[in-house]
């Protein structure tokens, strides 16, 4: 069964950088786009980045040229590093994959979704 555990998330100050991280653990050939969400308090979920197995990257206009999304696909794993950040980035963030593939033959499962970790902005 294939679980994405996220990490690193925390107390950061405004200005400060905080670095999320997510592994994919479980039977894995391959990964397509990986990516993260975040959802702030009565809010809804949103994009904040995602990043495909070749490495192409896509971002919120909120988050660009703060936030830097990574993978090492031999680890399974994601990141998100996370600079300059504002109060307005606090919310819980989530990790995501859109579609897997646990041998080379089989068929791709769909939609996998992390637990959250909670990155909070504060002074």
């Known amino acids: 069964q294939v679980q994405l555990v996220e990490s690193g998330g925390g107390l950061v100050q405004p200005g400060g950088s905080l670095r999320l991280s997510c592994a994919a653990s479980g039977s894995i050939f391959s990964i397509n786009t990986m990516g993260w969400f975040r959802q702030a308090p009565g809010k809804q979920r949103e994009l904040v980045a995602t990043?495909?197995?070749?490495?192409?990257?896509n971002y919120a206009d909120s988050v660009k040229g703060r936030f830097t999304i990574s993978r090492d696909n031999a680890k399974n794993t994601v990141y998100l590093q996370m600079n300059s950040p504002k109060p307005e980035d606090t919310a819980v963030y989530y990790c995501y994959a859109d579609k897997i593939r646990i041998t080379w033959g089989s068929s791709w499962s769909y939609d996998y979704w992390g637990q959250g970790t909670q990155v909070a902005v504060s002074s």
């Open positions: 990043i495909t197995s070749g490495g192409n990257t």
